[in-house]
């Protein structure tokens, strides 16, 4: 056994390796732990939803990330709970992991408030196994459309829902725009793929709410302007395998529906019993340290952090900035040293892109839209993914489609019971 201190992270998202990067060199036995075995750049998951990119575009392996960091072990495993007074994190094969400092980057899933039957006829996108179910169920229901004589059932074969017009919900409706109109257009025979209906459905009076009205409405614009129907002010009562139920008692058949329209925190509140916000997210102190456990920190999507009146967004640079201060926290304590203090987020801006040519910034001092705003969403995205391989690899793949308007990776793979024949 080893007698260094021992810190234990969990999950190996954003907050979760840069804490673990920031922890290199220093002399602690350090533990990454995730259920997965890759660390995934979620940002650009929409691109493999829609065949634009494949999973190994946006992922890297964590042990390929972390191996050449001496003090560092990555396992692969699920965690099922805390052990606060024992100081061990539960494993569901039934291992613990012991722990002098945890920090808990356990991200965030999509939520449906209250309505989790839906996520059979409606997958979110947090994962890559979500990303490949909508791109098998978008590109086969158009080869079911294709086989089908009846143009009632084609109509509802050809028409996609999305619930949320936040970015992730923009984003897919204008990526899935453009590759019907621009990528599909001579793949089919019996249908014309232009046809494709493809409907943002949002419970606010505007898309991006998070982003300035008037951004909002350039938004609004450019998604009209691709063939995007976006109903606004519309409350989703129902979602079945026909399509989506609405408040005003109308109906939308639609073969395809996703969901964008919100996300819930870990169980780590639960894990480690102490309040929670409504998402679930743990209220943490102004350090991330837990109330009354000042070894245990909670960063990313799983922490509920309040600066100047305003929620911390759930977003990459905040997990990434988080996890840098944690580990100034740890290095300070373990050197006997003043502690950083209070965490302060630093708002870099936000970004969402429409589709090709088209992307809106909010710098907060200056707001961009339309083609500039879109290169520079590119080169911010591509930035931020892990390893110079998939940044090459994702700026040359975006190069080749940019010129060719192709979709290489529009591959039906994998299982999906719900897909595998019209419904």
Known sequence: MSSLPRIVIVGAGFGGLTAARALDGLAVDLTVVDRRNFHLFQP?????????????DVAWPVRGILSRQQNARVLLGEVTGVATGSREVL???????????LILATGATHTYFGNDHWERHAPGLKRVDDATLIRRRLLLALE???????????????????????????????????LSRKVL????????????????????DRVLLSFPPALSAFALSELRKKG?????????TGCDADGLRFGDGSHLDAATVLWAAGVAASPAARWLG??????????VQPDLSVAGQPQVFVIGDTAAIVQDGKQVPGVAPAAKQQGQHVARTIRAALAGK????????????NLATIGRHSAVIDFGFVRI??????????????????????????????????????????????????ATKPR
């Open 369 to 418: 839209k339309g083609l500039i705003a879109w290169w520079l969403w590119g080169v911010a995205h591509v930035y931020f993914l892990i390893g110079a391989r998939n940044r090459m690899l994702v700026a040359t793949q975006w190069f080749f489609n940019y010129l060719s308007y192709s979709r290489a990776a529009r591959l039906i793979v994998g299982s999906d019971p719900d």
């Open 91 to 101: 494993l569901a094969d039934g291992r613990k992991l012991p722990y002098d400092w």
């Open 144 to 178: 079911h459309a294709e086989n089908s004589s009846d143009p009632v059932e084609r109509r509802k074969l050809m028409s996609v829902a999305i619930v949320g017009a936040g970015p992730t919900g923009v984003e897919l409706a204008g990526a899935i725009a453009e």
């Open 338 to 349: 003043k502690a950083p203090g209070a965490f302060r987020y630093r708002d870099f801006g």
């Open 274 to 283: 102490v309040p929670a916000d409504r998402a679930g997210r743990v209220q």
């Open 228 to 236: 995007v129907e976006v109903m606004l002010d519309t409350r989703v």
């Open 185 to 204: 257009v001579r793949d089919f025979r019996s249908i014309d793929p232009r046809e494709v209906r493809v409907v943002l459905v949002e419970g606010a």
């Open 44 to 56: 650009l998951l929409y691109q493999v939803a829609t065949a634009g990119l494949n999973p190994s």
